[in-house]
């Protein structure tokens, strides 16, 4: 199970890296990284855990992070979508992982 849930991930990193134009290589560093890299890592973060319904552990596991680095992100998106253009760029992000991973109602692994 575990390798098909790096797989999902590294396909919603895919997806990051072509949305926001940021090099795959650079979200999926281990090491801390510029501010807008981050924000990028903790919005798919937040992304696999709400909508492929992934707990906080695997996706931490899944990004090379710990479980609390993923719920920091979690809720630090969910504040970040009170502004609406904000929400609007995490909505369209939900509904293209949501359409390239789910399958049934769960995430396929």
Not at 8 to 35: K, M, Q, T, W
């Amino acid at each position: 199970m575990d390798e098909r849930l790096f797989q999902v991930c590294d396909g919603v990193l895919d997806v990051l890296s072509a949305f926001f134009n940021i090099s795959g290589r650079e979200l999926r560093s281990h090491s801390r990284c510029e501010r807008p890299v981050a924000r990028v890592r903790q919005i798919g973060m937040h992304v696999a855990h709400v909508t492929l319904a992934l707990t906080m552990a695997e996706v931490g596991r899944a990004f090379g992070r710990d479980r609390s680095t993923v719920n920091h992100a979690c809720h630090l998106i969910e504040d970040m979508r009170e502004e609406l253009e904000f929400d609007r760029i995490i909505q369209t992000l939900e509904s293209i992982v949501k359409t390239a991973f789910m399958r049934n109602g769960t995430a396929r692994r």
